[in-house]
């Protein structure tokens, strides 16, 4: 699958989003090594510790099929859909990346405009803690 196609299945992810407290809607799109695409979409709570974002969403979806070989996701979100600024992986999205895959796992930013950042997990979670330590 290209970037840009799964950007576009970020981006339809983020349709589903629920997010009324926040107005703020995340898409996620996961790819597994034989080409399958787990989508992701943030899901708030009223008590807001509850609340899981979009990447948890697929990558949780994904294991639960029996699926744990990915090697990218692509992440797109915004205030009501709008995708104008790149939207990262949170901190927590960042450690449950760095549970199930590897360092040079890609994580594509998608922006309305077609601009997109590519980072490798590594770059964003250097040092990650892991189950060797």
């Known amino acids: 699958m290209t970037i840009s196609g799964l950007i576009a299945e970020a981006k339809a992810a983020a349709k589903n989003a629920y997010a009324p407290y926040s107005g703020f809607h ?16 943030n899901i708030e709570n009223a008590a807001f510790g509850p609340t899981v974002c979009a990447e948890r969403t697929a990558i949780f979806h994904a294991v639960s099929e029996g699926d744990r ?7 797109v979100g915004g205030a009501n859909g709008s995708f104008d600024k790149f939207c990262p992986p949170c901190g927590v999205c960042r450690q449950v990346m760095a549970e199930f895959c590897g360092p040079a796992f890609m994580i594509h930013l998608g922006r309305a405009d077609g601009a997109v950042k590519t980072f490798k997990l ?11 330590d």
């Open 26 to 41: 995340v898409g996620a799109a996961l790819l597994t090594a034989d080409g399958k695409v787990y989508r992701g979409c």
């Open 122 to 132: 590594g770059e964003l979670l250097p040092e990650a803690f892991d189950m060797t």
């Open 69 to 75: 070989d990915f090697t990218a996701i692509a992440i």
